[in-house]
């Protein structure tokens, strides 16, 4: 793009960012926040196609006086991390919603092609958990116990060992999304073939329910996270492949920021599902039936408004508030 067109496309918009900061009308910072966004990645590309352009020095002066207003005193320097949850990563998942739907969409296909393999072929669930699982699990459930290998270790180590292989895939997830968007694809779909699976294994022992009353306790959290890390490794691939009217660097440099931001933010939830199994799960047999289905309700819906319907919310909130 040349850069009068590039101006040109953006002007209005820089125009308003200078009634936001300057005008009479205040705003507050996380209105000033989402504005923010949409600066730098403009002012980046700048920087990358027109580095010697005078719009790079405007756009850093814009960039300067927001981030200043924004962060003025140590106070609002010290809720960066409220306003980054609470503003900034639901703007960002608002932005890139259809990539959430591909994330899910792909994820109910994986799981269905996990299921569907296990009721056509008797041995596919010892071929994906191994026959050490699945034997110690036929033993649990002659022992009345079907997720009794949660019982195993003690909290601490379960919750550690746990959350590090959780975090460790979800990041592996995101980052393969570099090679164009299919290594992440692979990796979701190991992942939901195991889930699709395992859960039809449950379901042949005639042992379903009891099976989702302790594995979705944590797993509500931990497999909603999942998908979302699979929606940020998906917008990294396709910033690479499709970056529209921006130079391909620029395009990736924005795309690994944005969704690098989402990756964080699902964190939170991976580590609390790993203290849920590392110390709730183990007891899950004998809870009473509605404290489990009510920790599962709570902390499916926990994450999905988080994901699903605060962005909306936000987007709408500061919308109107920026008319």
Known sequence: MREVAFIKQNKEKWLEFEQAIFGKAKKNPDELASLYIHLVNDLSFAQTYYPKSKAVTYLN????????????????????FISFFKTEVPLIVYQYRRYVLYAFILFTVFTAIGVISAINDTTFARLIMGDYYVNMT????????????YKSGS?????????????????????????????????????????????????????????????????????FAMVIEAAAGLILGASLLFPKTYSRKASLKMGFKNSFKIVLATMPFTIMAGILEGFVTRYSPDMPRFLNIFIILATLALISFYFLIYPFIVHKKTHLKNV
């Open 61 to 80: 002066h814009l960039a300067s006086i927001t981030y200043q207003k924004i962060y003025k005193t140590k106070r609002e320097e010290s809720n960066r």
């Open 138 to 149: 036929l033993e649990n459930i002659e022992n009345g116990n079907p997720v009794a290998v």
């Open 155 to 223: 909290n601490w180590g379960m919750w550690f060992s746990i959350t590090k292989n959780n975090l460790e895939v979800g990041l592996k997830s995101y980052f393969f999304g570099i090679f164009g968007g299919l290594g992440t694809a692979y990796i979701l779909f190991r992942n939901c073939i195991m889930l699709g699976s395992f859960q039809y294994f449950f379901m042949e022992q005639g042992v379903f329910w009891e099976s989702v009353r302790g594995i979705w306790i944590h797993g509500a959290m931990e497999i």
